[in-house]
């Protein structure tokens, strides 16, 4: 059993209370790592080190040394693929193919993208007209935030959390990460790879918790921390924005979901179907950007549905490494217990379960994991609650329509605004459609296409700001105008 330590001005440290905590396997409920809790002390000793590292060396470098130093950070990253592949294996149990196609090369680039945005942006300048005729010239420079507070969740745990330390980074900020209890593991091997580097002390730190109560609030209520991003729930993004009103402090917040996925009877059927699967269920459904609400317009409706069920049925339960297998499990009992009850409470509001709806038959100790069928639903009305709140898991509702402005309305009527994705082979009636749907991200005819140089980031109570290539400079640097009178 590993165990994981806080990552505090370079050192793993455990906590002075002893406090620990388990982590346990979503395969089979096993533990498989126990994690030192860092109380206030730690935290507090997490943000005074980051703090004393901006007025340190790396407060000194140039942004060319900043950059090398972080491509050093993606190609040892790059270097210890397996480990971070095995890392995250092991606290999310998703497939290898997830971790070594997407999840951890995107964590690489997030620092090798960023340092070259950094490295490449310019600043604005403006002539102005002065009564004297001699004028004067503004420019604006960039500046760090300071110490940004980070919190992630854990469904693609490195690179949602890499996401946000890239950008910082590169912007000359420090950090102090505060990953999911579920999943520990990436961020502290990070902690590893920024030593190895020769990352300054006390730039990257890490300290391990829950949220209320421990080390989540308590970073987010120290006032040391300049500005604060989150990923994660609405509700819990609600709590610390509130936290975050006290000294004024900035936040920029991906929150939850409630996507809605659009076919039109044009559509390229067979590409739309395995597009609708993978945003249905693609690692167990546990994706922000997934589509839980599904609109196919009504000639196709019934033989898409039947498409998508046999799709939905091929999958294949097991670990990670198992070849046989394609498909893993929840995190954990206690979300596992959350997805069960929508798919009670789906039977309870009328739904017709068009496949799913239990937990598939495991062997052994497999048995005892956080296991659930891709689920798919019909029938219900628009506002049932299984249609209307995020489950975060493998399952959709889908619904027919009739019209694109029927559809339009459908999609909108959600308080999220995440992403969308629409399929159609009428170019004309995609760029339409797109520009009605009020979120942050549209895909036309695929999903989850990513361009890191790009806007992300949801609209209504998806969240605030934007993060992505030049975007994620708003949040992690101030822009200073200087006015130089001629
Ligand atoms: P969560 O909100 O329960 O927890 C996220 C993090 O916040 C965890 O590290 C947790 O310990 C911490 N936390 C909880 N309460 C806190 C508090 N009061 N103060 C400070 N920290 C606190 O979310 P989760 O269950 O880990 O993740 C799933 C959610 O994340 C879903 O809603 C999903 O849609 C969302 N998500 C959004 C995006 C996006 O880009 N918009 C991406 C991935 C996940």
Not at 192 to 200: A, C, I, K, L, S
Not at 387 to 400: A, D, L, N, S, T
Not at 452 to 462: D, N, V
Request: charged share 25%; glycine share 10%; aromatic share 8%.
């Amino acid at each position: 059993m590993r165990q994981i330590q806080n990552f505090i001005g370079g050192e793993f440290v455990a906590a002075a209370s002893g406090r620990r905590f388990d982590k346990r396997s979503p395969l089979d409920n096993r533990v498989i790592a126990s994690i030192a809790e860092a109380g206030r002390t730690e935290v507090d000793a997490a943000v005074s080190a980051a703090r004393a590292a901006l007025h340190g060396e790396w407060g000194g470098l140039t942004t060319e040394q900043r950059v090398e130093l972080l491509y050093g950070v993606a190609n040892e990253i790059t270097r210890r693929f397996e480990d971070f592949v095995e890392a995250e294996m092991a606290d999310t149990g998703q497939p290898r193919h997830v971790m070594t196609s997407a999840f951890i090369p995107r964590g690489a680039a997030n620092f090798k993208v960023f340092a070259d945005v950094v490295k490449n942006v310019p600043n604005e300048s403006f002539q102005m007209a002065t009564p004297d005729g001699r004028g004067a010239l503004n420019y604006g420079i960039r500046v760090p935030k300071g110490v940004i507070g980070v919190i992630c969740p854990w469904n693609a745990p490195f690179m949602l959390m890499t996401w946000k330390v890239g950008p910082a980074l590169a912007c000359g900020n420090t950090v102090v990460v505060k990953p999911s209890e579920e999943s520990p593991h990436t961020a502290t091997l990070l902690g590893e790879v920024m030593n190895t580097v020769g990352v300054p002390k006390g730039v990257y730190n890490v300290v391990h918790g829950f949220g209320p109560d421990s080390a989540g609030e308590f970073l987010t209520q120290n006032r040391g921390v300049d500005a604060i991003t989150f990923t994660g729930e609405t509700r819990t993004g609600t709590a610390i924005m509130k936290v975050a009103a006290e000294g004024m402090r900035d936040v920029s917040f991906e929150l939850g979901g409630k996507n809605a996925g659009i076919v039109f009877a044009d559509a390229d059927f067979d590409a739309a179907v395995e597009g609708i699967f993978r945003s249905a269920f693609l690692n167990s459904g546990q994706v922000c950007l997934g589509t839980e609400r599904v609109y196919v317009e009504r000639p196709i409706f019934e033989r898409f549905v039947q498409a998508l069920k046999v799709k939905a049925e091929g999958v294949k339960f097991g670990r990670p490494d198992d070849h046989d297998a394609n498909y893993g499990p929840l995190i954990s009992q206690e979300h596992r217990q959350k997805v069960l009850s929508y798919y009670r409470k789906a039977v309870e509001e009328g739904a017709t379960v068009v496949t799913g709806g239990g937990v598939p038959q495991m062997p052994g100790e497999l048995a005892e994991g956080a296991w659930v069928e891709p689920t798919i639903w019909t029938g219900l009305p628009d506002d049932a609650a299984v249609v209307r709140e995020e489950i975060f898991g493998p399952c959709c509702h889908i619904r027919p329509f009739d019209s694109e402005n029927e559809v339009v309305a459908l999609a909108n009527d959600t308080e999220y605004g995440l992403s969308t994705t629409i399929w159609t082979k009428d170019l004309a009636r995609a760029h339409r459609v797109a520009a009605r749907v009020d979120v942050g991200i549209t895909w036309v005819n695929s999903w989850f296409l990513r361009d890191l140089r790009t806007a992300f980031g949801g609209s209504k109570q998806s969240g605030i700001g934007r993060e992505g290539g030049v975007h994620s400079l708003e949040f992690y640097t101030e822009t200073r105008n200087i006015c130089v009178k001629l």
